[in-house]
């Protein structure tokens, strides 16, 4: 079993849809948790950073950590084609010297118009 | 300021050959780290540099390597290519390990193709 496993989708929506992606993990030492957007032939960026459990909203953006399920989600209202993209969760134990991510093999999200 | 910048963007090689990769982080950042991103296997991290030493490594074979300069540029090599090491190779920056993940940026890639 992967540390992270992510449906790698494709998810196809309506522009002004509400998306939801989400993400399970197995290793009970994650404390941070990130999504990232990917556009093509680019590098991931930083949407949204969560510190152990609880919900973060930023704009149009919600994430949301459940720590005694194991599993986090992020929401996107209204979705606009400028959304479409591939999503990344990630994962870190510490955010100490020694953190690494671990990532999920990401979502790819299609908005039309 | 200037984001994460690496060399060459694009690249072939064909199987047995070596490899260099270039990062060049952003100004005043010293730490930085290094991912293979594959459709298989997605994100995987690689090694971690700070202060031209290497604090972290992921699961890779020793064919897999790197350094980091005074000036907090990092290279990363592999030597003897295999065909499954095509990969978009990702380097990201951070002004100091420790601090938290929203300090972390990403440059574009390099895409490697082996034949």
């Known amino acids: 079993q992967k540390e992270v496993e992510q449906d790698p989708g494709p998810l196809s929506v309506p522009e002004g849809a509400i998306v939801s992606l989400n993400c399970t993990y197995s290793?009970?030492?994650?404390?941070?948790f990130m999504w990232y957007r990917q556009y093509s032939r680019k590098g991931p960026e930083l949407l949204m950073y969560?510190?152990?459990?609880g919900n973060k909203e930023d704009g149009r953006f919600t994430a949301q950590v459940d720590k005694s399920s194991k599993y986090i989600s992020l929401f996107i209202r209204d979705s606009q084609p400028s959304d479409s993209a591939t999503y990344l969760c990630?994962?870190?134990?510490?955010?100490?010297?020694?953190?690494?991510?671990?990532f999920g093999k990401g979502t790819l999200l299609t908005v039309n118009p | 300021k200037a984001g994460v910048t690496q060399t060459p963007r694009y690249l072939i090689k064909t199987r047995g050959q070596q490899v260099t990769l270039s990062c060049s982080p952003i100004?005043?950042?010293?730490?930085v780290s290094w991912y293979q991103q594959t459709p298989g296997q997605g994100l995987q991290f690689l090694f971690e540099?700070?202060?031209?030493?290497?604090?972290n490594k992921g699961n890779f074979p020793g064919r897999f390597s790197g350094r980091q300069f005074s000036n907090s540029r990092s290279e990363m090599n592999v030597s003897t290519l295999e065909l499954g090491d095509s990969a978009l190779y990702l380097c990201?920056?951070?002004?100091?390990?420790?601090?938290?993940?929203?300090?972390?940026?990403f440059g574009p890639g390099t895409r490697l193709t082996v034949l």
């Open positions: 990630a994962m870190s134990a510490s955010g100490g010297s020694n953190y690494k991510l671990t």
């Open positions: 290793n009970s030492a994650f404390q941070y």
């Open positions: 100004s005043g950042h010293r730490s």
């Open positions: 540099y700070f202060s031209e030493t290497q604090r």
């Open positions: 969560t510190y152990s459990s």
């Open positions: 990201a920056s951070s002004h100091i390990p420790g601090e938290g993940p929203d300090t972390q940026y």
